[in-house]
């Protein structure tokens, strides 16, 4: 329900009077809203209506310092200034949390603990999440600068319905029993795997946190949870409330941090049993190293991608244009699998990007506090100054700049959206993820041809396909080499729906059940059957 919740809510341009004016009288958000070729889209700010209280590291149930004693700054992506300085953890305090997480996994109750029970504390702590949806959702929001309406509407209940699912799949793990070809009798046990290494990314820091935590724990294992130095707020918020449920010292633990110090402690961690990390294809390569390097823990990788949007010639081009509007610009386009390859058949392409240009120039661009604001800051100064670059070497190619192209305001990180048409495959915003709100508009004449053009990447994460004839979207979904294809829909993330990557974008899948077999051994048991009656 939460996952189509996301969907419905955010494919209406994030446009729902009855929750916007809601907001608007709690936090007095202002009333005019202006677009995204005005520079005066962050004046005004909404005092985020939440408390900053937990900026400790999480080590065996306590908030406790670094053991350096130092911390960092997480910043107001609006502005740029400090919200809170956030402890900083580094190799001493990565191993401290290990050795909390080995103790809890061998010595302590959880791995012990019947399913039913684990459930039953998982469920609860759900209960308390959703109590606490709104300051939550405006932790996320200030902290990542992602609409409050996303985070308040869609992704806080995506969160709790992540952990419900997971829930109940705790007490459902079970092995076999298996046939052999002589007097034995076998089974399979599928036991926990031990202590669970996980690096979370800055994007959507609470939904990576439930893709990750949630199975593990149903699982029977311990985590350190490393956080994104951007966006350590909310994860240590809501493991307050894990803790209130009754979750048992040691058996989550979250190290705030930096990736070359932390990340990479954690990754090469001889007392890790698995490591799960999403984040940059270029940063998943160097985790994958330093895990073979250390003792050859098993890694699931959720990586970058530059996903192909196919309209197809028979589309309602309207409706073509919004739903490939909201592939590419949600969440600022900070979104691994944004569809940022937008594919038109050659008869409907003019009309395609005059309206897709008219929709982008539409975008509510501003404070992500205030009524009806489609489209926030950018994460922080690095991500932003990246986005600007690829929008400059667009501009120095042959493609055409049809909007936006520019920062919006002088304080912030506020990109305009930003649409160029006439896109070839060897330009450097065809090829690389740029990971902001830049849609790239390609032209193409047949199936067979565009099936080429849009399999011809080092990445292979998720596709769009738009068509009203059943035979095209079934040629399309399975000539494209991409781990989920929607048809006529896109961001559907349904918490029992598989999502992983072909190619660089990774290995593994997370979510639904096969995100289970990342947590889990297989131990076959073989014992001898003395005269049995039967084989």
């Not at 990314?201 to 029977?220: D, E, H, R, T, Y």
Request: proline share 5%; net charge neutral; hydrophobic share 40%.
């Amino acid at each position: 329900m939460a996952a189509r919740r996301l969907s419905s809510l955010l494919s209406r341009s994030l446009h729902l009077p009855s929750a916007s004016a809601s907001l608007g009288r709690s936090h007095g958000v202002a009333r005019h809203i202006n677009r995204f070729s005005t520079a005066a889209a962050v004046e005004e700010l909404v005092t985020p209506p939440v408390q900053v209280n937990y900026t400790k590291l999480l080590i065996n149930g306590q908030f406790v310092d670094s053991a350096s004693g130092k911390t960092f700054p997480t910043l107001d992506p609006r502005t740029g200034e400090v919200i809170a300085n956030v402890a900083e953890g580094d190799l001493e305090d990565v191993n401290r949390a290990v050795a909390a997480a080995r103790k809890a996994f061998d010595e302590g109750p959880w791995p012990k603990m019947s399913a039913y029970e684990r459930s039953r504390i998982m469920l609860k702590f759900a209960d308390l999440v959703e109590k606490h949806n709104d300051e939550i959702a405006a932790l996320e929001t200030w902290d990542n600068g992602k609409p409050y309406l996303q985070a308040a509407q869609a992704e806080v209940p995506s969160f709790v319905r992540l952990f419900r699912y997971y829930a109940g799949w705790a007490d459902k793990i079970h092995g076999l029993t298996v046939p052999a070809d002589g007097p034995h009798h076998v089974q399979t046990l599928h036991e926990p795997i031990g202590v669970a290494g996980q690096i979370i990314p800055w994007n959507f820091p609470l939904l990576m946190m439930a893709w990750k935590v949630g199975p593990a724990l149903a699982c029977g294992n311990t985590i350190v949870l490393k956080t994104a130095e951007q966006t350590p707020l909310t994860a240590l918020y809501v493991a307050n409330l894990f803790h209130e449920a009754g979750l048992p010292p040691g058996v989550l633990n979250i190290v705030s941090g930096f990736g070359p110090t932390a990340g990479a402690a954690l990754a090469s961690h001889m007392d890790v049993d698995k490591l799960a990390f999403t984040g940059s294809t270029e940063t998943g390569q160097t985790v994958l190293q330093l895990a073979a390097k250390s003792n050859l823990k098993p890694v699931t990788l959720e990586l970058g991608g530059k996903s192909p949007f196919i309209i197809c010639e028979d589309a309602d081009i309207d409706h073509a244009v919004e739903l490939a509007h909201f592939a590419l610009f949600f969440n600022q386009g900070q979104c691994c699998c944004a569809g940022s390859r937008t594919y038109v058949h050659e008869r409907v392409y003019d009309e395609f990007v005059e309206k897709a240009k008219a929709r982008a120039m539409r975008r509510v661009v501003g404070d992500p506090f205030k009524k009806g604001v489609e489209q926030g800051p950018q994460i922080d100064s690095e991500q932003f100054k990246k986005i600007l670059r690829y929008i400059r070497e667009g501009r120095d190619s042959s493609a055409t700049l049809e909007c936006g192209g520019d920062r919006i305001g002088s304080k912030g990180y506020f990109i305009q959206p930003t649409v160029f048409s006439n896109v070839k495959e060897d330009m450097s915003i065809a090829q690389d993820e740029i990971f902001g709100p830049v849609q790239c508009v390609f032209k193409f004449k047949d199936i067979g041809e565009v099936i080429k053009r849009a399999n011809n990447t080092r990445y292979g994460l998720a596709a769009g396909v738009f068509t009203k004839n059943i035979d095209t979207a079934n040629t399309l979904t399975r000539g494209l080499r991409a781990g989920t294809v929607w048809i006529n829909c896109y961001d559907i993330f349904d918490a029992g729906i598989p999502f992983g990557g072909y190619k660089m974008s990774g290995m593994g899948r997370e979510k639904g059940i096969y995100s289970l077999n990342n947590y889990l051994q297989v131990k076959a048991v073989v014992t001898p059957l003395k005269n049995p009656a039967w084989i």
